[in-house]
C-alpha cells in the first residue's frame, strides 16, 4: 500500500537539462501540457512544437539557503517556512502514505478518486516531492497532470502524462485551459489569503470540476485532559501561530475552509474530519497504525518548522529549539498523553453552466 518510498515510477520520460548564457535553467520534454504559467515562475509554451515544450526559471530557484543546519528554498524566499532537504522530502513522503493510510488507500475524498473516475486536466498545488502527482497519473493514465512548488524538489523520472512546474501560487494563474480536479495539501501556514487560493481554484476549473483541499492543525489537541495547557507541544504550538500571525500567512483552524469553499462559490461542499494520534496511544488497532506514522511524521516535521518560526519570529537560539524539541519529542512518545492533530478534508464542486445560469436569472 505505501507509496513512494522504496519503488520508482513505472513510466519515464528523458529529458536535458541546460545552463544557458543568460544563467536560466530549462528542461526539453517529450510532450506537450499546452500550459502557460503565470508571472511568477516557469513557462511551458505550446508554441515549442508538438512534440516538446520547454520550461525557463533563474537558475536561482536552485540556490538554497542554508540556516541551522536546514536548507530552504530561495525561489521567492520566506513564503514556506519547512526545510526543502531531504529530510523534509523523506517526511513528506512519509506524510504522503500517512494520508493514504487515513483515507483507506485513497488519493483523495473528491469524486474524481472514486473507482473508475475518468479524469481530464489536474493541478496539484504545492506539489512538494511530486509523489502525489505521480501516484494520481499512474492511477488515471487518461489524466494530464500538473504540479508546482516553490522548491525544484521533482524525481527525475515522471510518467508521461505529469509535469511539474515551479512557481508561486499567489502569483496570477495563466492557463490555457482549466482543469477538471485541484488538488492540494498541508498547506496550513504556507498561504497568505484562503478566500483568494479558493477564488483561484474556482475561476481556474471547469463547470462540474472538484477542488479538495487536506488540512492538518498546527495545534494538537486533547479530549480527556492528559495534555496539559504548559505542555511544550502547546507552548511552542503558540509561538508558531504567533510567528505565522506576524509573516502574513496565519496557521488557522482548518475547519474554516467549508466556509471558504462555499463563499468562492463552490457547492455540493464536504468537510470531513479526522484524528492523528501523537503516538499509538489509540487502543484500536487502526488508529495504533495511523499514530505510528503520525509521530514520526510530527517528530521530524514540528523540529524543522520550529527551528525556522522560533528563530526568526521570536529571536530563540538553536540551541534553544533543540532543547524544546527534545521535551516535544518525549511528549509526543508519552503514551499517558491522549492528543491528536485534527485533521480536514474539503471538498466542492464548481457549478455546472446550467446551474451558473438559473443562479444568475434568480439574481435578476
Known amino acids: 500500500m505505501f507509496r513512494g518510498l522504496d519503488s520508482a515510477p513505472k513510466t519515464v520520460i528523458d529529458h536535458e537539462v541546460e545552463i544557458t548564457a543568460d544563467n536560466t535553467v530549462s528542461w526539453d520534454y517529450r510532450f506537450d501540457f ?54 523534509e522530502n523523506d517526511r513528506l513522503d512519509l506524510q504522503h502514505n500517512l494520508i493514504l493510510l487515513t483515507f483507506n488507500d485513497r488519493l483523495g475524498n473528491a469524486p474524481p478518486n472514486n473507482p473508475g473516475a475518468k479524469v481530464g486536466r489536474v493541478l496539484d498545488v504545492g506539489a512538494g516531492t511530486g509523489i502525489w502527482a505521480i501516484d ?24 508521461l502524462n ?79 501561530q504567533e510567528a505565522s500571525e506576524k509573516f502574513g500567512r496565519p496557521a488557522k483552524d482548518m475547519k474554516e475552509l467549508k466556509n471558504v469553499l462555499i463563499d468562492a462559490g463552490f457547492v ?12 499509538d496511544w489509540p487502543k484500536e488497532q487502526r488508529y495504533k497504525e495511523i499514530g505510528m506514522w503520525s509521530h514520526d511524521n510530527a517528530v521530524s516535521g514540528w523540529e524543522g518548522l520550529c527551528m525556522t518560526m522560533l528563530t526568526r ?45 438559473r443562479e444568475l436569472s434568480m439574481e435578476t
Open 162 to 240: 505529469v509535469r511539474f512546474e515551479v512557481d508561486d501560487l499567489e502569483e496570477p494563474w495563466i492557463y490555457s485551459r482549466p482543469f477538471d480536479y485541484i488538488h492540494s495539501q498541508m498547506m496550513n501556514g504556507s498561504v497568505n489569503d484562503w478566500d483568494v487560493y479558493a477564488k483561484k481554484c474556482f475561476d481556474n476549473l471547469n463547470p462540474g470540476g472538484w477542488v479538495e483541499m487536506n488540512e492538518c492543525n498546527i495545534k494538537p489537541e486533547c479530549d480527556d485532559g492528559t495534555l496539559k495547557e504548559d505542555s511544550m507541544l502547546l507552548r511552542t504550538a503558540r509561538l508558531v
Open 136 to 159: 494520481f497519473a499512474d492511477e488515471h493514465p487518461e489524466s494530464e497532470v500538473l504540479g508546482f512548488d516553490l522548491s525544484p524538489n521533482f524525481p527525475e523520472y515522471t510518467p
Open 313 to 357: 519570529a521570536h529571536g530563540w537560539k538553536a540551541a534553544e529549539v533543540i532543547i524544546a524539541m527534545a521535551q516535544c519529542r518525549k511528549e509526543l512518545k508519552d503514551r499517558s498523553i491522549h492528543a491528536y492533530y485534527p485533521l480536514y478534508s474539503v471538498y466542492g464542486r464548481k457549478p455546472t453552466e446550467e446551474e451558473l445560469a
Open 268 to 279: 455540493d461542499v464536504r468537510l470531513m474530519q479526522y484524528k492523528w494520534p501523537t503516538n
Open 34 to 87: 499546452e500550459h502557460s504559467i503565470g508571472a511568477g515562475g516557469y513557462s511551458s509554451d505550446p508554441a515549442f512544437g508538438p512534440a516538446s515544450s520547454s520550461k525557463s526559471a533563474a537558475a536561482s530557484v536552485f540556490e538554497y539557503r542554508q540556516e541551522n543546519g536546514r536548507t530552504y528554498h530561495a525561489y521567492k524566499e520566506g513564503k514556506y517556512k519547512l526545510p526543502n532537504d531531504e529530510r
